[in-house]
């Protein structure tokens, strides 16, 4: 008997099916962009004018956690001055203080504040990462060069230190 004819859906609506764009998830590299979504179903690539935004929104992103990386190891660096000038009673650190610059430090309570704020920071790096993994796990082409990019700018604009670690999710 022959079934290929039959209508085997039931009546039911299943998600994707024949609603809206549909995305192409591919587990090979390519270069295709045609049913493009990045990340989330709704950022669907229907044409140049959109794969060229979000090429470059991608870039801005990419370049973006640069920046937040250097926040953190900037801040890393001006607490630890802080925290070892009143240690050592020197008061030649900075008089100014801020949420982000700690300048010079009074007490226990400034100390779980620093604490506080460099695990926030951390915790801001480690979402970035891993979002920008799921951006490469498109496989495609045109967004890894993307980030690639945003990487190399951010870097130049952000970065005032050697590398000081290896490209990892976190």
Known sequence: MDHSKM?????HDMPGMGHGPQCNMNMLFTWSTKDLCIVFRGWHIN?????????LAIV???????????VSRRYDASSKAALEGRRSGDDTTNESSSLLYPGRLAGRGDEQRVK?????????????SFF???LFMTYNGWVMLAVAVGAFVGYLLFSSSPPTKTAACH
């Open 7 to 11: 209508d085997h859906s039931m009546g």
């Open 47 to 55: 044409g140049m004018g959109s794969l060229i935004v979000s090429l």
């Open 60 to 70: 801005l992103m990419t370049a973006g956690y640069e920046a937040v990386r250097e």
């Open 116 to 128: 506080i704020i460099k695990a926030v920071l951390y915790a801001v790096q480690v979402f970035y």
């Open 132 to 134: 920008i993994m799921l």
